[in-house]
């Protein structure tokens, strides 16, 4: 494996000492499933928490970064070209039900393009990353896209509307990080969702794409209702074919 950067480094460090506040949470989830209180507002107490151990891990080494933050939107800073984008848990909904499929998402947005990026499964201890020019990562091995060439070999995430969509073999898990990390190890052969957050898929991007594969064109400087498409470059211009009215 290169040696990886500095600010690469914080991201995972900052992702994984965040994971101890979320793995704790999660086993305390079985408890509140009987409460009258119910679990939404610890969830959401959760996601705080978790973001404000990053968004302070993050500070520490680098003070004049800004952030984009799902829980509390764009905090400007005396550096506006270098952004952190974190999704402090992608997934909530499985997690607020006990399901382990959910993750901690950290892109590095600079000068509008998205350089690095990590996505960490506190659960199953699975961390992705990767940096621009310096390959993709799962748990410090290399990772590709899947080299399959015929659609109907492949595996597809999407969400419902996406699976009603279309004829394709697809997946609903619930967490576009991880749709998008899957995608990058050849788990998963392609994604497409629309009416996306950028917190969603910073992230995966840049993992996607230094795991060879293909992402569509993005505006960055948008933060919702995104569309997204991701797959190996082999069956890319296939998978669009397919989603032409989606």
């Not at 998402?105 to 699975?126: R, Y």
Request: hydrophobic share 40%; charged share 25%.
């Amino acid at each position: 494996m290169n040696s990886i950067s500095p600010n690469l480094n914080i991201m995972i460090k900052a992702a994984e000492k965040a994971s101890k506040v979320l793995i704790r949470d999660f086993g305390e989830l079985e408890n509140l499933q009987v409460s009258k209180k119910g679990p939404k507002d610890f969830v959401t107490s959760s996601d705080k928490k978790v973001e404000r151990i990053i968004i302070e891990e993050l500070s520490k080494s680098k003070k004049k970064f800004s952030f984009l933050t799902e829980e509390n939107g764009k905090m400007e800073n005396e550096d506006k070209e270098n952004i952190w984008i974190i999704d402090p848990i992608d997934g909530t909904n499985n997690f607020l039900h006990g399901i382990p499929h959910f993750s901690i998402s950290i892109g590095l947005k600079t000068n509008n393009e998205i350089v690095a990026g990590v996505i960490l499964d506190p659960i199953k201890k699975e961390l992705f990353f990767a940096e621009k020019n310096n390959g993709a990562y799962f748990n410090n091995h290399r990772i590709r896209v899947s080299k399959k060439n015929n659609l109907d070999d492949c595996l597809f995430a999407s969400n419902s509307l996406g699976i009603k969509a279309k004829d394709l073999s697809t997946r609903n898990l619930g967490s576009a990080a991880l749709d998008m990390a899957y995608v990058g190890s050849g788990r998963f052969d392609g994604y497409f969702q629309n009416d996306l957050c950028i917190w969603d898929i910073a992230a995966g991007i840049i993992i996607v794409k230094e795991a060879g594969g293909n992402v569509i064109d993005l505006d960055l400087s948008i933060i919702e209702n995104i569309k997204i498409r991701a797959s190996s470059n082999a069956i890319y211009e296939k998978m669009l074919k397919k989603l032409n009215n989606f």
